[in-house]
């Protein structure tokens, strides 16, 4: 290590402050002068690094009333107590945040440490190492600021933040831009198989705007009468199996090695999982390349667990949970229709109704999707064809933006610790994490 890294602690670098009470009977507002975060907004999509969405506000007579103390923005904040603690998350402060009472903030002392190398030096320290309880862990101050640090100079962390906090902006990037790519292939699912707004505008006279007019040409000009309403002329409201195999077969033997996608690593925003591991069949779905996954088990279903399958190699048979509920839809109807079925409101609202079972343990049963009815024109439509063209290389795009954003993730976790500690020369990284930007 470099003679200019310096040793210290927690303590000498920063302040730590602990949260404050939130009585349920404040919470829920939408808008106010403070976002007021719990635990488990850490995890709400856009907060992956800085704390950008909150569920709760208030304003300055409730933070008055309440004795609650914002802390500042460029802190860092994580659990402090219960199981959550033990999984290491930190989160950054992107504006003055009140933080509730399970949750710590750690204030760096800006003259001796830069804030963002501060995160990235609390993210190599393992919390469980002074962890305090067994029943329900927690985290005292007084050890918190005995945790031994070395330090590099200013100018050495600012270029390590500088090397780290890119790869971290990259990612980001690819996240708000599949973000953006999701809600454009959720809102063309909704506009023609939903709302039905193509046909509403040819009824009225109007060409369907953002259209071409080869496939406007494709839509009725009219609406028909049927047991559920008004449809677009010559179309059918059909049950689901009808057009989608539900848990159609696949083939995988059990004790073979195989890719296997744990419920835990199920999205619950947009279509792919966070990562999987190969491991030996036993119990479960079997699925492949253009499947739809649904979680069926509460809070599972509730919480939108639903993947869109395009990260295995051609002809590969994945497993997974028996919680699982596996869509493909039949004939020339693309794949991706199935999932952006499934991330429709009306779907999951209707999932959920069907659930039985005890409190808690409630599931989906699989054949209570037949009595699911859509709106569509008959399989053979070259609509659908058109539907999959203009859809199809978005979640492409999305698929390889995540690839890309796994590799980055993984070249930041790799060269974090080895930076934080001095183990690797900043000149070094910077010529690794060039090589990938």
Known sequence: MADEWTKATLGDICSFASGSVFPQSEQGDAHGTYPFIKVSDMNLPGNERFITVANNWI?????????????????????????????????ILSQPTIIDNNMMAAIAETGRVHPL?????????????????????????????????????PKQQQAIACILGALDDKIELNRRMNQTLEATARAIFKSWFVDFDPVRAKASGQQPPGLNPEIAALFPNRFEKSELGEIPKGWDSRPLPDIIHVNPPRSLS?????????????????PSPDSWVLREMGSG???IN???????????????????????ADGVVAWGSTEYIVLRPKGAIPTVFAYLLARTDDFRSFAIQQMTGSSGRQRVPADSLAKYHLTTPEIASPLFRCFGNLVSPMLERMKVAAEENRSLAALRDGLLPRLVSGDLPVAEAERIAGRCA
């Open 254 to 270: 059990k004790g073979t090695l195989a890719p296997y996608l744990d419920m835990s690593n199920m999205p619950t925003q947009g």
């Open 59 to 91: 304003g300055e007579k409730t933070q008055t009333r309440l004795r609650a103390k914002a802390h500042p923005k460029g802190a860092t904040v994580f659990a402090k107590i219960g199981v959550a603690l033990t999984y290491n998350r930190r989160r």
């Open 117 to 153: 190398f501060f995160y990235y030096l609390l993210r190599t320290i393992d919390f469980n190492e002074v962890v305090v309880g067994t029943a329900l862990p927690y985290l005292n101050i007084g050890d918190l600021k005995r945790i031994a640090v070395t330090l590099p100079s």
């Open 290 to 312: 253009g499947d739809t996954l649904v979680a069926r088990i509460t809070p599972c279903l509730e919480n939108g667990k639903t993947a869109y399958v395009n990260f295995l």
């Open 285 to 287: 779905m079997k699925f």
